[in-house]
């Protein structure tokens, strides 16, 4: 759910400053009945009919714009699903130091693995020295 509410609080970040910049818009933000939940809930179901999985920022903010403009649009019904944000999302300090430890431990293991590996490998043994001379047929021609 952290890639959802991070969705919204970029929908309501997005529409707090564009209050801030159009006047026009500002009144109608100021005066409007719709949550911030409405706004996504029909951001979420105009995706849905339209079928497609990926939209640029602009694309979304826009039919914020839209859900708030139009008071009289139907909303739709909540769609219980994960938003995917394109944003970055700061982690808090714990999480980056849980993040480190698991990252930390899978090396180690990988670590671990490849010198196991390196050490299951049979060696390879030099050939022994034949302590005997074995005769040769050139011994023999020698004499």
């Known amino acids: 759910m952290k890639g959802t509410e991070h ?3 970029v929908i309501k970040n ?7 910049e159009d006047e026009l818009f500002r009144a109608k933000y ?3 009945q719709r949550t911030i939940d409405d706004v ?9 009919k339209s079928g497609c999985c990926g939209y640029s920022d602009e694309e979304i903010f826009s ?13 739709g019904k909540p769609i ?33 693995r490849k010198i196991q590996q390196r050490n299951s490998r ?3 043994s030099k050939p022994q020295e034949n302590k005997q001379n074995q005769p040769s ?7």
């Open 7 to 9: 969705f919204k609080q």
């Open 14 to 20: 997005y529409l707090d400053q564009r209050a801030q």
């Open 30 to 32: 100021e005066t409007t």
């Open 40 to 48: 996504v809930t029909f951001i979420l179901n105009e995706v849905k």
């Open 63 to 75: 039919l914020a714009v839209h859900a708030i403009d139009e008071p009289s649009l139907e909303i």
């Open 80 to 112: 219980d699903c994960n938003v995917v944000v394109n944003h970055h999302i700061e982690l808090t300090e714990e999480e980056k130091a849980q993040q480190k430890a698991i990252a930390l431990k899978r090396f180690q293991e990988e670590e671990l």
């Open 122 to 124: 049979p060696k390879v």
């Open 137 to 143: 047929l050139f011994d023999f021609c020698a004499q």
